[in-house]
């Protein structure tokens, strides 16, 4: 039967230079297996995982949302962990990392830079790297995922809605305010991921605005707009 998809697991929920939290990585899963949304900024994302008693063996499937430090470079460690669990014989299938083909490829770029030969040996064959575009869908973990393009301000970036079980949907907008081009694939959302920097009065003091981010009140307002069922924010100050 088919399984069901019923945890939303925060590994980290912090902005880009936090140091008391981690940075934005989710973990989707289903039965024993997990999707990756985000990776975070460091090697810290072992450690999450292991807290979460999430075995990267069960980790099969990663999406990036766009190339900022505190959502990519956790990848590098996935890839040096499994990298080192594929030559042990203790990681079955493939690690697949879903992006944008310039993230693919600056993830490809990074990992030939500072890892060692024998794991890029699975690149391509154990690690793959699967470049995706606005409206393309796949199905991961038994669900269908389509991915979209955010139209972000700072740096070309991913959205993505996942149907959950009952046909319920989790929409991530990424990590900057939702822009009204994608409302008609996000409305009506049972989830909706927000990213949201800090309170609105405190808008001022944390720059949000000039750095492409949201308050509260903006995020709890453009859930209110989607007619979201339930509004989870992330990446705060």
């Known amino acids: 039967s088919d399984c069901v998809l019923d945890k939303l697991i925060a590994l980290g929920t912090g902005y880009a230079v936090a140091v008391n939290c981690y940075t934005t990585c989710f973990a989707l899963n289903c039965d024993d297996d997990y999707f990756l949304l985000d990776t975070g900024g460091g090697n810290g994302i072992l450690k999450r995982l292991a807290q979460a008693e999430i075995d990267p063996a069960r980790l099969h499937h990663v999406f990036i949302s766009h190339r900022h430090t505190d959502h990519v470079l956790g990848a590098l460690w996935l890839m040096r962990l499994i990298g080192h669990q594929l030559d042990c014989g203790q990681y079955d299938g493939q690690l697949t990392f879903y992006a944008h083909a310039a993230v693919c490829q600056g993830l490809e770029a990074m990992g030939r830079f500072v890892l060692p030969e024998k794991h890029l040996a699975y690149f391509h064959q154990r690690i793959v790297f699967m470049p995706i575009e606005d ?12 991915f979209f393009d955010t139209a972000a301000q700072k740096t070309q970036q991913f959205g993505l809605k996942i149907t959950l079980d009952n046909d319920k949907t989790l929409v991530y907008l990424g990590d ?17 991921l927000h990213e949201a920097f800090c309170r609105h009065d405190e808008a001022e003091k944390y720059r949000a605005a000039r750095k492409a981010h949201s308050t509260v009140k903006e995020a709890c307002d453009n859930a209110r707009l989607l007619n979201a069922k339930a509004l989870i924010l992330f990446h705060t100050e």
């Open 135 to 146: 409206g393309q869908q796949h199905t991961i973990l038994k669900r269908k995922v389509q």
């Open 176 to 192: 900057e305010p939702f822009n009204e081009r994608n409302y008609a694939l996000v409305h009506n959302a049972d989830y909706l």
